[in-house]
């Protein structure tokens, strides 16, 4: 006679891989439409007038995704992108600030224990709903704070980089 797997066994297995290959493949699929404009190359191309304006020694840099003091806002965008986020800050003495944030995001899985209806086979053979607790992997995304670009006037005039 051969042995059917356990409900636990059954539930974890239903409840876990197809869930996870659909939102690998979602975040796959996400990645690459993101990334088909996200080279410097790319946006060179884009901008080669704007490119061809900046001096030598910025284009070297803009092209290997560098930036440096000095650099213009379109400069840093021809080599970073446009930031994920942007501020205006105000000081004392009515100075203005723009402030540019770049981010990314890391995940982390925890496996939580909740308490689930599933359906069972019994050992006679016929389905039926059993209450127990299910082991669940759960994702977390994280998202830092890894690069913030200060001008003033156009210019680049402070670059704060994250060093963990």
Same mark, same amino acid.
């Given at each position: ?82 930031? @994920? ?46 209450? @127990? ?15 913030? &670009? ?8 402070? &670059? ?5």
């Amino acid at each position: 006679m051969k042995r059917l797997p356990s409900w636990r066994q059954q539930a974890r297995s239903k409840s876990m891989s197809t869930p996870r290959i659909v939102l690998s493949l979602a975040a796959l699929l996400v990645a690459l439409a993101l990334t088909a404009c996200s080279t410097p190359e790319r946006r060179i191309e884009k901008n080669p007038e704007l490119f061809a304006a900046l001096p030598p020694d910025v284009q070297t840099n803009v092209r290997a995704g560098r930036i440096d003091l000095g650099y213009s806002s379109e400069a840093v965008a021809l080599a970073l992108g446009e930031p @994920d986020r942007q501020y205006t800050r105000r000081s004392t003495g009515g100075k203005t600030t723009k402030v540019w944030s770049y981010t990314s995001e890391y995940t982390t899985t925890s496996r939580q224990r909740v308490d689930a209806r599933v359906r069972v086979r019994d050992s006679d053979g016929r389905m039926r709903t059993q209450t @127990d607790w299910v082991d669940v992997d759960v994702d977390q995304r994280h998202e830092y704070e890894k690069l913030r &670009i200060e001008f003033e006037e156009n210019r680049v005039s402070a &670059i704060e980089t994250l060093e963990r």
